[in-house]
């Protein structure tokens, strides 16, 4: 029987400031947009940039490191699996689904300050745990 794998590793910008929430049992849950970008020169000589979103989920110990170090613009390095469909309920009782591709985050490397600078390495955590604008 083969095996199967469903791993993503993304180096990208904060598109926003994360944010934090916490489920019913008290687990934190932080979430953040992060943008990836692809260069190429066309055939007629113009240089070209896609930029892809993806939608990031921490947990736990995790989520509190990410809220409290990240920021808007920062590059980040974030290995996780893809989950492709997520659904909710909300306030007043109207179940929701998203149809967009999410990335459930167990590692986040900070590569970078808030302000762009360097962050040398083993300075802040990332620690393993269960659109607006383009940041470029």
């Known amino acids: 029987m083969a095996q199967s794998v469903n791993s993503i590793t993304l180096v990208g910008r904060l598109g926003k400031d994360p944010t934090m929430r916490f489920t019913p049992s008290g687990q934190q849950v932080c979430n953040f ?3 990836t970008d692809r260069s190429w020169t066309d055939s007629a000589g113009v240089k070209q940039t896609k930029t892809t979103w993806f939608e990031v989920v921490t947990w736990g110990k995790l989520a509190e490191t990410c809220n409290s170090y990240l920021k808007k613009g920062r590059l980040v390095y974030v290995e996780g699996r893809v989950e492709p469909v997520r659904q909710w309920t909300d306030d007043q009782n109207v179940k929701h689904t998203s149809t967009n591709v999410d990335v459930t985050a ?11 600078e360097a962050v040398p390495a083993g300075t802040e955590p990332a620690e393993a745990a269960p659109e607006d604008e383009i940041p470029f």
């Not at 167990?106 to 762009?116: D, E, K, R």
């Open 33 to 35: 947009s992060l943008a």
């Open 106 to 116: 167990n590692q986040v490397v900070f590569l970078s300050s808030a302000a762009g």
